[in-house]
């Protein structure tokens, strides 16, 4: 069965990237053959994501979610449909040109820190840029500047296993950083830390948005979809809801309750 076979025909077009978005995905299908059968893991996916938006995309094991977020991450080609990412279609390219885009415009976070275990924070952090040809000097200033911005300017020098787990998320975020990307992707970026880690970790991705990043947040627990501005999720393929989070219904409720009283 094709992909148009079981299309909704209600689905609604996207009309392609406008100016300010980051993120446009139009009928975006990921099909895999498994043996004389087709699983389809996305069917039809129309995502918009704005320039300093903060995202969480969450759904449960199965839901697509994982699919969808490595074809955002430029990980994965699509098999049908267009990705535009900062106004540049994508979804055609190759692995050569998909790997030059994700160096350039998206900073990853993983849940399983994913450090080179011998080398410091700031080579750790140095990475992406000895990757894209960046001079010595320049790379070694703006990694500290970047490990100074995530309050471990006093652990540079320290490698993983002299870090707790929370200054490895930090460090792994200023990896994510240096490059200055349109868009940071965090995948369960909380998964191996304890409860009050976690929440530091999340607290810091609010500095980052405030500071004016993207921040695309892929997990599986409510409560940590909570902290964005915006939950899209996912289930057997399609987005089954994307709404405001209640943390941004609150601040907007008490936004209004004090500007009503200052009246």
């Not at 994508?90 to 994700?102: G, H, K, P, T």
């Not at 191996?192 to 607290?203: R, V, W, Y």
Request: proline share 4%; aromatic share 4%.
């Amino acid at each position: 069965m094709s992909p148009e076979a079981v299309l909704d025909p209600a689905r609604t077009n996207i009309d392609g990237p406008r100016e300010g978005d980051v993120i446009v995905t139009d009928n975006l299908w990921k099909t895999y053959e498994m043996g004389d059968q087709q699983v389809h893991a996305l069917r039809g996916v129309n995502l918009r994501i704005r320039h300093n938006e903060y995202v969480a995309i969450m759904g449960p094991s199965g839901s697509g979610k994982s699919t969808l977020m490595n074809l955002i991450g430029c990980l994965d080609s699509p098999s049908q449909g267009k990705y535009w990412l900062n106004g540049h279609d994508v979804s055609q390219l190759n692995d050569d040109q998909l790997a030059r885009i994700r160096n350039k415009e998206i900073g990853f976070v993983f849940q399983t820190f994913n450090l080179l275990a011998r080398a410091t924070s700031l080579h750790n952090v140095e990475l992406p840029l000895i990757y894209n040809g960046t001079p010595a000097a320049e790379r070694i200033a703006r990694a500290k500047d970047v490990l100074e911005s995530v309050n471990l300017g006093s652990r540079m020098m320290h490698k993983p296993n002299e870090l707790s787990g929370g200054q490895r998320q930090r460090v792994a975020i200023a990896r994510a950083l240096v490059n200055r990307p349109s868009i940071i992707l965090a995948d369960e970026p909380t998964g191996n830390l304890d409860s009050k880690t976690g929440d530091e970790i999340m607290a810091l991705f609010d500095d980052l948005h405030a500071k004016g990043n993207t921040i695309v947040l892929v997990t599986h627990e409510p409560d940590i979809a909570e902290y964005a501005h915006r939950v899209v999720t996912i289930r057997d393929g399609v987005i089954a809801s994307d709404h405001v989070s209640s943390r941004m219904l609150n601040k907007q409720d008490s936004d209004k309750h004090t500007k009503s009283k200052q009246n």
